[in-house]
């Protein structure tokens, strides 16, 4: 086990991830953790949640954690509906990927076939402009790890009047990636670790 940054590490201490506050609370956290499972399962061809789990509540109360299940239905629906109209199959997800020249890891959502190799990452909040850099460390992590060379995409979720929508946003710009490494690269020197 290395003591590399993760990406979101990296973002984090370039003040990049978080600066969109609303999305980073609790109950918005949670609500995404289950959003991310229920779409992986999904595109891993599962049913996905039935309306028992739909019924329920989790989370703390005390801690702003707290959601129903419900509020995640439409994030669900926009997923299912984004792979039905692509024609899309999900061949990885929830997997660690690591850059060994610039030394990090990170965990991507989704690598889809889609006319050929596509990462996803998955967002449920709005956009933000950091979006493109987390995918920028994803992808030569991505190409390292699982020797494809896949096109970059941010999967936005929402939901207008509890209908779920999706967008799918092609990173087309390689400029995200080399700024992105820039910022691997100063994170080991701003810590010492240039080594």
């Not at 703390?60 to 509906?81: K, L, M, S, V």
């Not at 209908?163 to 390689?174: A, C, Q, V």
Request: net charge neutral.
């Amino acid at each position: 086990m290395t003591d590399w940054p993760r990406v979101t590490s990296i973002l984090k201490d370039f003040g990049l991830l978080g600066v969109d506050f609303p999305w980073f609370e609790p109950k918005h956290r949670r609500r995404g953790r289950y959003v991310d499972h229920w779409c992986n399962e999904i595109g891993r061809r599962s049913d996905g949640p039935d309306e028992e789990w739909y019924a329920r509540k989790s989370g703390d109360p005390a801690q702003g954690d707290e959601i129903e299940h419900e509020i995640c239905r439409p994030f669900i629906d926009a997923y299912r509906q984004a792979l039905a109209e692509t024609n899309a199959t999900m061949t990885h997800c929830a997997l660690e990927v690591r850059n060994t020249a610039c030394r990090y890891v990170g965990h991507i959502d989704q690598v889809w076939d889609l006319f050929g190799s596509a990462l996803i990452d998955i967002k449920t909040g709005g956009e933000s402009d950091w979006h493109k850099y987390q995918l920028g460390l994803y992808q030569p992590a991505v190409v390292e790890t699982l020797k494809i060379f896949p096109r970059r995409y941010n999967l936005y979720l929402t939901y207008e009047n509890g209908k779920g929508k999706y967008r799918l946003f092609e990173r087309k710009d390689r400029r995200d990636i080399a700024e992105a490494i820039i910022l691997a690269q100063a994170w080991h020197i701003v810590h010492g670790r240039n080594a």
